[in-house]
């Protein structure tokens, strides 16, 4: 394994779940950086903020049918990243993934290369460019 990156200053996400069942997010992350957890629960209509900073690349997508029990402990239906609502590694198939690089520009696009778990869209603010 790599020795992880040091990155600098930071970026905003919002994550908003549109969906009408409940989703567990996933993040991967290749930096030391301030991302509280690589993974939560949301509900229908639930968002949540998380900070990413310059220089960070990773994946973000959905779970679904997910079964944790208090200690964050169990697994999904699609999406799943091991047997911690934390993740550790990429989603396993099906699942929609929003890769992201972070940088002077950054760069994102939606994969359907895991599979198709649920839509995903990604909407940049002050951003430019197509």
Known sequence: MAAPELCGSVKTFT??????ETIWPGITRNCTDNLSSDGFT?????????????????????RTGCNFDTNGNGTC??????????????GNPPATIADFTLGEPDFYDVSLVDGFNLPIAIKAINGSGN
Do not use: E
Not at 77 to 90: E, R
């Open 42 to 62: 949301l509900k229908p209509g639930q968002s949540t903020i998380y900070t990413a900073p310059v220089g960070w690349s990773g994946k973000i997508w959905a």
């Open 77 to 90: 239906l699609t999406g799943g990243c091991g047997t911690n609502i934390n993740c550790t590694g990429p």
């Open 15 to 20: 994550v908003v779940n549109f969906c009408n």
